[in-house]
């Protein structure tokens, strides 16, 4: 079965320490594609990153990086030099194969940042 | 223009009433889902449409039904509704319904049953 774990309920920081978000994931499927989301306290979902099974390669945009790792099935999300503009909830993602997009969410890491 | 959006965004209403919540993308896209997030933030898929065809059936209560009218609108219809059924709703599409399909949402329809 498909599952995403997000094991931090909730990470309080300080502005401009940086922080990592941990995803771990479980599927069978060898095509799969994995999801970062954003949910800031106004409520919309806004799409930071998907990266595919096929492409370990980590990434870097701007302040944000991920780290995608198959041996350990994880998908981690660091933010580097935190900002307060940053506080918001978290949402790592796996779309299940069978060929229809089926995005299944993991419970979300609440993310505040103290000035 | 708002790329996916949602109508209302905020429904208050007694038990055993039924509600409709409305949902447009001006993407172009063939792919159009809803997704429920309940009182803990957890999201989970309730159905999705391709191409007007209904491709997702999560196990979804049946006072629950989506309606696709064409590729660009889905309507969620609620029948009877409970207390359990208070929640946001999100809608969202994707070009396509695979899996390289990025989903864009909606700001959600926050909907609460007294």
């Known amino acids: 079965a498909q599952k995403v774990t997000q094991a931090q309920t909730e990470i309080s920081v300080v502005e401009k320490e940086d922080v990592t978000l941990d995803c771990v994931y479980e599927?069978?499927?060898?095509?799969?594609?994995l999801f970062w989301y954003k949910q800031p306290p106004s409520g919309e979902l806004v799409f930071l990153i998907r990266?595919?099974?096929?492409?370990?390669q980590n990434e870097i945009s701007g302040r944000y990086s991920w780290n995608f790792q198959k041996s350990t099935s994880s998908f981690n999300f660091t933010i580097t030099a935190s900002q307060v503009v940053d506080s918001a909830v978290y949402f790592c993602?796996?779309?299940?194969?069978?060929?229809?997009?089926?995005?299944?969410f993991g419970a979300g890491t609440r993310l505040a940042v103290h000035p | 223009d708002t790329a996916v959006s949602q109508t209302p965004k905020y429904l208050v209403t007694q038990m055993g009433n039924d509600k409709s919540i409305k949902c447009e993308q001006n993407?172009?896209?063939?792919?159009m889902y809803w997704y429920k997030q309940d009182s803990k933030k957890f999201l989970k898929i309730m159905f999705s449409?391709?191409?007007?065809?209904?491709?997702i059936n999560e196990t979804v209560p049946n006072r629950f039904s989506p309606k696709s009218p064409d590729k660009a609108h889905l309507n969620l219809h609620i029948n009877s509704l409970e207390l359990g059924d208070s929640a946001v709703y999100f809608c969202?599409?994707?070009?396509?319904?695979?899996?390289?399909?990025?989903?864009?949402f909606g700001e959600g329809s926050r909907l609460t049953v007294l």
């Open positions: 969202a599409s994707s070009k396509t319904g695979t899996l390289t399909g990025e989903l864009f």
């Open positions: 599927t069978r499927d060898t095509t799969y594609y």
């Open positions: 990266r595919n099974s096929f492409d370990e």
């Open positions: 993602a796996l779309s299940e194969g069978g060929g229809y997009n089926k995005l299944i």
């Open positions: 993407l172009g896209h063939d792919t």
């Open positions: 449409y391709n191409n007007k065809e209904l491709i």
